[in-house]
């Protein structure tokens, strides 16, 4: 019986759901089976990959050069948490707790899986640390795009005046091999094609140990960025492109978030004075957090994590769309014209203190127009609590 199931029948023998909502339960994960199966078989018969599309809001439906199958756990964390709500018609406290238990399970099973993929916990007995500069390529000077992988530690970028890439951590003697430290991490970790520079490792480059990267690059650098469990930090005037981890934090400060894509599974997302914010930002259980900085089109997706915006600034063509499942909305001190707020919330509460034009309204469904032009915020959640203040 999968874990899914047994959770379904532990919420029914503590009375938290009744007989035919936990037979609606499982009728919905039995017709998720079915589907899985079917799309499983058409893909063996056509020998084609799945059909990508039909999650494109859940982050790392695409396999990436992390080299995991991300779209199955995706899926299933998606899948799970969301139908379950939906076929249950939460109305209860109790339900809704039971429901962030049950995200927070999920949460621990993605955890152990992107700590083994990593190894961290299992240092060779040749370790040695490691702590060196790494020389600037020749071509540095035409390099306008920094993609950085790392699956074996943390990811730390600053502005500076000019390109400088230190490495810490603990490494095996055996990975390095006779090579000093730097030598042997720009032949393993750099390669450059044409205008873009590639740092790191990928599952495709084993090695036992941590090893942490911190970047200093001049403003105005694209930069890409992939973990699996370990942070990703940037701090100053970088364009940045794309922020994908699993489980690692993310902490983006004072930097260009423009047409940008930021993904995690249940690692924290904070953003903090960044001007003028275009993003799709998504995330199956981790928070999002921002903070004094300026809005323009930003959309976010979230099952069971909560989203809170405050002190930041908007625009009149400010255009921002909050989606969650079981997930808090809490949007608060922002400054600026707005010209209407929508919240829907099915069997969450609704707060709203600002003033204006209320359309009529329900208890599931509140609109506020100011009378004038300015911000569109539009916020949902199937289960979660909506405030504005």
């Known amino acids: 019986m999968s874990d899914s199931r047994t959770m379904i029948l532990q919420m029914l023998s503590e009375g938290k759901i009744t007989v035919e909502e936990s037979e609606r339960l499982l009728n919905a994960l039995n017709k998720e089976d079915e589907v899985r199966n079917s799309n499983k078989a058409e893909n063996k018969n056509t020998n084609q990959s799945p059909n990508i599309n039909v999650f494109p809001n859940i982050p790392f439906l695409e396999a990436t050069k992390l080299g995991i199958n991300i779209r199955d756990i995706a899926q299933t964390l998606h899948q799970t948490v969301q139908q379950t709500i939906k076929q249950v018609e939460p109305g209860r406290k109790e339900l809704k707790e039971k429901m962030k238990e049950f995200g927070t399970w999920?949460?621990?099973?993605?955890?152990?899986?992107?700590?083994?993929?990593?190894?961290?916990?299992?240092?060779?007995?040749?370790?040695?640390?490691?702590?060196?500069?790494?020389?600037?390529?020749?071509?540095?000077?035409?390099?306008?795009t920094f993609v950085i992988e790392n699956i074996y530690g943390e990811i730390h970028l600053n502005e500076g005046n000019s390109f400088k890439l230190l490495v810490n951590g603990q490494i095996s003697k055996k990975t390095i091999g006779e090579m000093q430290s730097s030598e042997w991490f720009t032949n393993k970790a750099i390669k450059i094609e044409e205008d873009k520079m590639f740092i790191g490792f990928n599952n495709d480059t084993s090695i036992k140990g941590i090893i942490d990267l911190n970047i200093t690059l001049p403003a105005g650098k694209k930069?890409?960025?992939?973990?699996?469990?370990?942070?990703?930090?940037?701090?100053?005037?970088?364009?940045?492109?794309?922020?994908?981890?699993?489980?690692?934090?993310?902490?983006?400060?004072?930097?260009?978030?423009?047409?940008?894509?930021?993904?995690?599974?249940?690692?924290?997302?904070?953003?903090?004075?960044?001007?003028?914010?275009?993003?799709?930002?998504?995330?199956?259980?981790?928070?999002?957090?921002?903070?004094?900085?300026?809005?323009?089109?930003?959309?976010?997706?979230?099952?069971?994590?909560?989203?809170?915006?405050?002190?930041?600034?908007?625009?009149?063509?400010?255009?921002?769309?909050?989606?969650?499942?079981?997930?808090?909305?809490?949007?608060?001190?922002?400054?600026?014209?707005?010209?209407?707020?929508?919240?829907?919330?099915?069997?969450?509460?609704?707060?709203?203190?600002?003033?204006?034009?209320?359309?009529?309204?329900?208890?599931?469904?509140?609109?506020?127009?100011?009378?004038?032009?300015?911000?569109?915020?539009?916020?949902?959640?199937?289960?979660?609590?909506?405030?504005?203040?």
């Not at 060779?124 to 390099?143: G, L, Y």
């Not at 904070?270 to 998504?282: G, P, S, V, Y």
């Open 223 to 389: 930069v890409i960025c992939k973990t699996i469990n370990s942070s990703v930090r940037i701090k100053g005037a970088l364009d940045i492109e794309a922020i994908k981890t699993i489980s690692g934090d993310i902490r983006v400060n004072d930097s260009n978030i423009s047409n940008t894509e930021i993904e995690s599974v249940n690692g924290v997302i904070q953003l903090e004075n960044n001007k003028n914010i275009t993003a799709q930002i998504n995330s199956t259980s981790g928070d999002i957090i921002i903070r004094r900085g300026g809005l323009n089109k930003l959309k976010i997706n979230s099952v069971n994590g909560d989203v809170n915006i405050s002190e930041s600034g908007i625009a009149l063509e400010t255009e921002v769309k909050i989606i969650t499942t079981a997930g808090d909305i809490n949007i608060e001190k922002l400054n600026g014209p707005w010209k209407s707020v929508d919240a829907t919330s099915r069997k969450g509460e609704i707060i709203i203190d600002w003033k204006g034009n209320a359309s009529p309204a329900n208890s599931q469904k509140i609109c506020i127009k100011s009378g004038g032009e300015g911000a569109v915020l539009y916020s949902e959640s199937l289960s979660g609590n909506i405030r504005f203040h």
């Open 106 to 144: 999920m949460e621990d099973v993605v955890e152990t899986m992107a700590a083994e993929l990593t190894n961290h916990s299992n240092l060779p007995v040749d370790t040695m640390s490691v702590d060196f500069i790494v020389p600037a390529p020749k071509e540095i000077d035409n390099i306008n």
